[in-house]
């Protein structure tokens, strides 16, 4: 079972993310998660039931994956009770397991990288892969800027958190993808920014 957790809003409007969190990478702390997703009956919850009437409010959303089944489920303070507790059960699983909210333009480290690829999808479009090393073990994402350049291109961080309190100096190797797409949000592509490097995807033409 794989977990990712988003804790959005509040008074100074965060954003933050829990997870990924795989169970499979556990042992006694995955029966507890399971139990707690078991419970809330979340793969048979509509897909919104927050109400949304409270301003400045958090809104969580759980996207949960297990085996073929895949479920999104987003509530807020608003949630009845009974849902917001068992559901509230789960994010308190996940945090008793070591997963942590990240706010990843606050924490994140800019990280450089090895190579990039992008490759032709059969559906249609084109989806990006990004290789590099960490001097300690890392959770790396991408975090896309909101808003799109002059020059029609979007800027993208890489970015990368270390997992708990501790990690040993060792070098690791880390790999993220996404569809272009995802990424550009209506742009001509974007700028792929790291600790030193900067990248245009796909390359920029300034006589185009």
Request: hydrophobic share 40%.
């Amino acid at each position: 079972m794989i977990i990712n957790i988003h804790k959005t809003g509040g008074i100074a409007g965060i954003a933050e993310e829990l997870g990924p969190l795989d169970t499979s990478d556990l042992d006694h702390d995955a029966r507890k998660i399971r139990h707690a997703v078991h419970h809330a009956n979340f793969f048979r919850l509509p897909t919104d039931i927050g109400g949304g009437a409270v301003s400045d409010d958090f809104v969580f959303t759980a996207h949960i994956t297990d085996g073929t089944r895949f479920h999104t489920v987003s509530w807020d303070s608003s949630t009845a009770e009974s849902h917001r507790s068992a559901l509230a059960a789960i994010v308190g699983a996940c945090e008793a397991a070591g997963g942590r909210f990240i706010n990843w333009r606050r924490e994140g480290t800019p990280l450089d990288w090895t190579r990039t690829h992008v490759a032709i999808k059969f559906a249609g479009g084109f989806h990006l892969t990004v290789e590099g090393t960490s001097p300690v073990p890392m959770t790396v994402r991408f975090s896309p800027h909101p808003d799109i350049g002059a020059d029609g291109y979007r800027e993208v961080d890489v970015l990368g958190v270390t997992p708990g309190h501790f990690s040993p100096q060792v070098v690791s190797a880390w790999t993220i993808a996404a569809d272009l797409d995802e990424l550009t949000g209506g742009g001509r592509g974007i700028v792929l920014v790291g600790k030193t490097l900067r990248e245009h995807i796909p390359p920029f033409d300034n006589g185009s």
